[in-house]
């Protein structure tokens, strides 16, 4: 059974060898003449400002979890959306109770004021 | 209704929690609150009883054995066959005792919050109290002889207690109530010593010592054969044909079955006895214990003296409860009575003596509850000497009716006194504190109370006539059938106790009559002879109405057991209906019919002696009384009034003979013996200085060297171990993490490594 | 064709208990969001309520005076509602009580009081109970992120202090860590047998055959995670290094619940994936369950491990998450027995009876400490427990009970356990394990005797505060305790019909 691993770690093998020998071949064969324009971070052509590591507003990442949480649950309504009809009460009730659930964390969301930007 | 056998329990644990209440709680419920829980428990106890009394009827008066779930295995020891339940009894006998109990406790409780107003102790006495109905009703339910033991010291225990009650009393009064407690405790003692071979003894004849087995009935066998000489009950009453004889038996049962067989012996180890005398040993031995909790010859001196305690004391555990134990436990041992005739001659004439003897004391006594206390040392001599003549069931009531028109009494008596005190209140307001001469209870100080105190005067009266023995009143009835069968016992049965037993107690049903009336005439007619008499006043409605209720029932309780042959009563309340009642549990209960004449002279005679009392202590009488009893004065009965007073010097012969020499043999043996020789030689000189030199030797070079230094090493290995290894928690997650990806390895390795070791052929 | 089931089929009735818990959980967050800043008291009644409630009803299922549902297994095999279920979820909502108990004024105190902190609590019981209650691996891993990420939040309540942030964020990192361990784990049980059923894996390695080596593996390594995943959440060394920090950073109260309810669901679960689905599993010629040599090697070491970094210690929260360590030790003693099958209902037995016991030991010890703590977190080290007879002499009293118990001297609950989980032992023959068991737990009565000595016989100030309900919760703690030291049948009367065996 192991025996048929040994395709992957062929692959495996080829893949960290060829990425390692690319990386490595600039280093080895590359000049390196750095100036200060060439060793400047990236931004998107303009001239960097500020720090390259600020703090973002954690509101930010709450609108991002709570956007996770709620598309996770629309995920979850897709297959009984196909279904539903042969489903018929007993999925009715199923995806209710889980319906339930979510919507009580929406409810204390709301009240809590998540879902102010501010 | 059979499942309210049930609830028996719950009559031991009901006071059980109220005196648990009380005792955490009691000062913060006040009075009232106490008093609420106290007569509360004791109430609820009183209907239980009655459930299981209504249970009975509707079962056919089967006994009822309950188990108690977790302590059902009380005293187990299946490798030595020792195996005594912790089981309660629900029969006829039982019951009857209960109700008795709770009834009159409950009303004494009652009157108990009154008498006790203002005492500091108010709650505590009420917790002693309901541990005692605690103790009394093991005592009655209890299936075998170990729990009614149990019960037995723990109601000699509460009448400690409660005797005791006021033993912070200034002015010596308090060491004169803890003296008489441990009086009583220690005279008890002696009684219990009797008590506890006996039930020693039984256990080692029997190898138990369970009444009855659960499901198992009293064997009729000879008492049909008795029965049939009485065919006014046989039809009535369907006894159990066939007991349970195979497999084990309860006490009595078995002894019935060795009596019939005959030819058994009991082997003691070094010698052996028959079996008819070992039961002529253990009921001479319960006879020792019942001589001192029932107050009889020779135990009987602590009663008097336990007076001091507070009166509802006196009322409830010396008149009509702790002091029937004694009778209780005979009766409930009818079958090995019944059985030794030796025995039974000898309880008689205790009984029948010590009728007498104290009725004899109690006409020279001057203190009211001194008075009640021989009086009830003669009524239970009544019950004692009716067990011996084999009338088990008249015993049982006049246990009963005594029980009610006693508690009667004393509770008056409790009343009287009140009211002296009051009157004597009244009286030093304006100047000293206290008279010392006066005693409240010192019927030379009282007189006329009769206009003062009413409602009192008039159930006193009827306890007195019950008492005396006066138709239609309840003494009558239990004391007339005792007489009845004394008589018939020398009659018919030509056994000398009944002819000894009959004379004897007829005298002291004279007796009893004359003192009685003496102490009426003394108390209650005649002009006040002391100011503090002059302003007595009637108690309050919380102590009266118990009297009223009790001295109901001291009129009416008598057609319980109404004679066969008595007209109209008879037809109207049933013949013998508590003799037969009792039938179910007491082998040997048996009535006797009524007979007229004895009724008539036995009345007869209590009027005389009414009249006599009467004519004695007449108005002019009672006024010149000053100090001195009209018996005093005249020269004829001058001698035998005053050995009366002195109760018969008693007391002090038991000081002179046993209690001096005693001491003085215990001193010498302190000094001589323990002092001398074997604390000052042995100990010091002998054991002292060689324990010295081993243990200096012991401590310095084992002790500290090797032991202390193993010890101290060993501790600080441990350490440094710790100090090494608490260095891993660095306090970094990476770390952390870093260490659970190590172990995750290491598991997996591991559970892997047998696999592995298969895989490359190891 | 697809058949579609019916509402009964699911067998709510028998996970009553669980779900009467969760739907309370989940009204009470929206109610609470009602309940003004001032009245929060208002939820803790609340939760309270709802946790008796389901207290009431386990208490009845146990006991067999009522049986809820119809038959052992609801929500199709997913949840078994057997005596272990039971007892399992006695044990946690009594402790839940007891944590709401003490958390009632210490939130106060600490300006902590809000609503979450209750509801949050009812979450991770719920947790704990499914997890107990767990047939399907899936349910083992959803219960335990349900029983663990309430406890993140928790451990972090206290949110302006740092120590408090700290020990969240290890908690929640090494939590996802281990979690994720557990996954894998997991599914390479499902991989080896293609199920995931817990009855149906039995099925499966009852009748996997010998020899057959991939398959082993697959399931040896999947086992092993698991231990690994579940060790994690029960403090076992290796995985135990967050317990330190996790203890003694977050709020006391909240430490008093959750090292008892993890720990409960932690081997809840452990025994349910390992006992009950895989406890024959034995290798070629072997007569325990291959797991059983990892499980008491971990035992050994954290035992170890455990009570020999608790002599050092001189804060009172950081030694009891010592302690803590080291009991987890004692109980993996009780599931390694399980690997032996004439023992495993036996040791299933011993292990609950342990939890138990152990419930009412912990919680009472971390209340004493929440009595002596300032509002400030501080003056939680040894010394604060110099001269406390003196002041208080019913918490010093209380607190020496719970001291001996831990140590496991006779009269006390923590005895009975340790009595228990060493006879299991001992009849799976895993004799030197129960060695190091009892001489460490010899060991350990230094540093609980130390706390002791200081009480009754050194000087301090021995400051303490107890509001009633705290002192309610330490009374009943200190009561539990001696009562089923007393009178162990309790305790295994309990106990006696619980088999995680499918039977058949």
Not at chain 2, 169 to 195: E, H, M, Q, T, Y
Not at chain 2, 383 to 397: D, N, P, Q
Request: proline residues 4%; hydrophobic residues 55%; contains cysteine.
């Amino acid at each position: 059974m192991l025996s048929d691993y040994a395709p992957i770690a062929a692959l495996l093998i080829l893949t960290v060898g060829m990425s390692s020998l690319i990386l490595f071949m600039s280093r080895i064969f590359g000049p390196y003449r750095p100036t200060a324009r060439k060793l400047a971070p990236y931004e998107s052509g303009m001239q960097p400002f500020g720090q390259a590591i600020r703090r973002i507003p954690v509101r930010f990442y709450r609108v991002a979890v709570l956007f996770i949480l709620f598309d996770i649950e629309v995920i979850f309504f897709l297959p009984w959306a196909v279904i539903f009809r042969d489903l018929r009460v007993y999925g009715l009730v199923v995806m209710g109770v889980f319906f339930f659930v979510l919507t009580v964390g929406f409810v204390y969301e709301w009240k809590v004021g998540g879902l102010e930007w501010e | 209704m059979e499942n309210f056998f049930d609830l028996v329990p719950l009559v031991v644990f009901v006071p059980l929690v109220g005196l648990l209440i009380n005792l955490f709680t009691g000062k913060h419920l006040g009075e009232r609150g106490v008093g609420i829980v106290a007569v509360g428990a004791s109430g609820i106890a009183f209907l239980i009883s009655l459930l299981l009394w209504l249970a009975q009827v509707d079962t056919g008066y089967k006994p009822v054995v309950v188990d108690l779930p977790l302590f059902s295995d009380w005293i187990s020891i299946p490798a030595a066959g020792v195996e005594i339940p912790w089981q309660f009894r629900v029969d006829t006998l039982s019951v009857t005792m209960m109700m008795a109990v709770t009834f009159v406790g409950t009303v004494i409780h009652l009157y108990a919050v009154g008498y006790m107003h203002g005492d500091e102790r108010f709650p505590r006495f009420f917790v002693y109290m309901n541990l005692f109905l605690v103790f009394m009703l093991i005592l009655v339910t209890g299936n075998n002889f170990l729990m009614m033991f149990v019960g037995w010291e723990g109601v000699g225990l509460c009448s400690y207690l409660l005797i005791g009650f006021w033993f912070d009393k200034p002015g010596g009064v308090g060491w004169k109530n803890s003296d008489a407690a441990r009086k009583a405790f220690i005279v008890n003692r002696v009684g219990d010593f009797g008590l506890v071979l006996g039930v020693l003894i039984t256990f080692w004849t029997f190898g138990t010592l369970d009444f009855y087995k659960p499901d198992e009935l009293p064997m009729a066998a000879h008492h049909a054969a008795e029965a049939a000489e009485e065919p006014v009950f046989a039809p009535e009453i369907p006894h159990e044909a066939e007991p349970h004889i195979e497999g084990p038996m309860g006490v009595f049962n078995q002894a019935e079955v060795w009596l019939e067989e005959g030819g058994h012996d009991v082997n003691f180890g070094m010698f052996s006895l028959s079996f008819e005398s070992t039961i002529t040993v253990i009921t001479l031995l319960f006879l020792l214990g019942a001589t001192g909790k029932s107050a009889q010859i020779p135990l009987f001196v602590w009663l008097p003296d336990a007076m001091a305690g507070p009166t509802p004391v006196s009322a409830l555990i010396h008149a009509a409860t702790m002091v029937t134990a004694g009778v209780y436990m005979m009766v409930r041992s009818n079958v090995f009575y019944h059985a030794s005739d030796a025995a039974s001659f000898v309880v008689a004439l205790i009984g029948a003596t010590t009728a007498i003897v104290a009725g004899f004391i109690a006409v020279g006594q001057w203190d009211i509850k001194r008075v009640l206390a021989y009086s009830t040392i003669s009524q239970l001599g009544f019950m004692v000497a009716a067990v011996g003549v084999g009338a088990y069931a008249a015993a049982m009531f006049h246990l009963v009716t005594h029980a009610f028109f006693k508690a009667l009494l004393f509770l008056g008596s409790g009343s009287v006194i009140h009211g002296m005190e009051h009157g004597h209140h009244h009286v030093a307001h304006g100047g000293h504190d206290h008279d010392d001469e006066f005693d409240p209870q010192d019927m030379r100080y009282m007189g006329g109370l009769r206009h003062k105190m009413p409602r009192t005067y008039w159930t006193y009266l009827f306890g007195t006539l019950a008492l005396a023995g006066i138709i239609p009143f309840a003494g009558f009835w239990s004391k007339d059938e005792i007489l009845l069968d004394a008589l018939k016992a020398g009659v018919d049965d030509a056994r000398l106790e009944g002819y000894l037993a009959f004379v004897l107690l007829v005298m002291a049903a004279a007796f009893t009559a004359f003192y009685m009336w003496r102490q009426m005439a003394l108390v209650f007619y005649g002009k006040p002879r002391h100011a503090a008499a002059e302003h007595a006043e009637e108690s309050s409605n919380l102590m009266v109405y118990p009297l009223i209720v009790l001295a109901f029932f001291s009129l009416v309780i008598g057609v319980i057991n109404v004679p066969s042959g008595f007209p109209i009563l008879g037809a109207i309340f049933g013949e013998h209906e508590f003799t037969s009642w009792l039938e179910h549990a007491v082998t040997y209960a048996h009535a006797a019919s009524f007979n007229v004449l004895l009724a008539s002279f036995a009345v007869v005679l209590a009027l005389v002696a009414i009249y006599v009392a009467r004519a004695i202590y007449n108005d002019r009488a009672l006024e010149t009384l000053g100090q001195q009893d009209p018996l005093e004065l005249d020269e004829r009965t001058e001698g035998l009034f005053a050995v009366a007073k002195a109760k018969l010097y008693w007391d002090d012969a038991y000081f002179k003979y046993l209690i001096f020499p005693y001491r003085r043999a215990a001193y010498w043996l302190a000094e001589q013996l323990d002092w001398r020789f074997w604390h000052d030689y042995v100990h010091k000189t002998v054991i002292q200085k060689n324990f010295h030199i081993a243990t200096e030797f012991l401590t310095q070079p084992v002790d500290k060297g090797i032991i202390d230094r193993g010890f101290n090493s060993l501790g600080r290995l441990m350490q440094i171990i710790a100090q090494r290894i608490r260095v891993i928690q660095t306090g970094y997650v990476r770390t952390y993490a870093w260490t659970v990806l190590l172990g995750t390895l290491l598991v997996v390795f591991i559970i892997l490594f047998p696999v592995i070791r298969g895989m490359l052929g190891l | 064709m697809f058949q579609v089931p019916s509402l009964s089929d699911l067998n709510v009735a028998a996970a009553l208990p669980a779900v009467v818990l969760a739907l309370g959980a989940c009204v009470f967050l929206v109610v609470d969001l009602f309940v003004p800043r001032e009245r929060k008291h208002i939820t803790a009644w609340l939760t309270a309520g709802g946790l008796s409630v389901s207290l009431v009803l386990a208490l009845l299922s146990l006991t067999d005076v009522v049986t809820f549902g119809d038959g052992e297994e609801a929500f199709f095999g997913m949840y078994i509602a057997d005596q272990f279920t039971d007892m399992v979820n006695v044990i946690v909502l009594v402790t839940s009580l007891l944590g709401v108990m003490v958390a009632y004024n210490y939130l106060d105190r600490t300006n902590m009081q809000r609503g979450e902190y209750y509801y949050l609590l009812l979450f991770t019981t719920a947790g704990v109970m499914f997890m107990g209650a767990a047939g399907d691996l899936v349910v083992v891993f959803v219960a335990l992120e349900l029983l663990s990420i309430p406890l993140y939040i928790l451990t972090g309540f206290r949110r302006p202090q740092e120590q408090s942030e700290e020990s969240a964020m290890k908690y929640f990192l090494l939590g996802a860590f281990s979690s994720a361990f557990l996954v894998y784990g997991l599914a390479l049980v499902y991989g080896a047998t293609g199920t995931s059923n817990l009855r149906e894996i039995w099925q499966a390695v009852d009748s996997m055959v010998a020899g057959d080596t991939s398959a082993q593996f697959l399931l040896l390594t999947g086992a092993g995670l698991s231990l690994v995943g579940l060790g994690f959440k029960v403090a076992a060394v290796p995985f135990h290094m967050w317990t330190p920090d996790v203890y003694q950073g977050a709020p006391t109260s909240v430490v008093a619940y959750m090292s008892v309810a993890a720990k409960v669901g932690g081997f809840a679960a452990l025994l349910r994936v390992l006992v009950a689905g895989m406890p024959n599993f034995m290798l070629d010629n072997g007569t325990s369950a291959a797991w059983m040599d990892v499980t008491w090697l971990l035992a050994a070491a954290t035992m170890i491990v455990g009570n020999f970094i608790a002599i050092v210690q001189s804060d009172l929260k950081r030694l009891l998450a010592y302690s803590s360590i080291a009991h987890a030790g004692y109980i993996l003693i009780g599931v390694a027995a399980a690997g032996v099958p004439r023992v495993a209902d036996e040791a299933t037995q011993a292990v609950l009876i342990y939890l138990m016991a152990y419930a009412f030991t912990n919680v009472g010890a971390f209340s004493v400490i929440i009595a002596v703590e300032r509002d400030d977190a501080s003056n939680t080290g040894l010394s604060s427990m110099r001269g406390l007879a003196r002041t208080q002499p019913l918490l010093a009293a209380a607190m020496a009970v719970f001291m001996l118990s831990l140590t496991g001297i006779p009269l006390t609950a923590g005895f009975v356990g340790k009595w228990f989980v060493f006879k299991a032992a001992i009849a799976a023959d895993l004799i030197p394990v129960a060695v190091i068991g009892v001489l460490t737990s010899v060991l350990s009565a230094y540093y609980y005797l130390r706390i002791v000595w200081m009480m009754y016989f050194e000087d301090g100030d021995g400051e303490a505060a107890t509001p009633r309900p705290l002192a309610w919760a330490i009374g009943i703690s200190a009561i539990g305790t001696l009562v089923f030291g007393f009178l162990p049948y309790l305790l295994s009367d309990m106990a006696r019909e619980i088999t995680l065996a499918f039977g058949g």
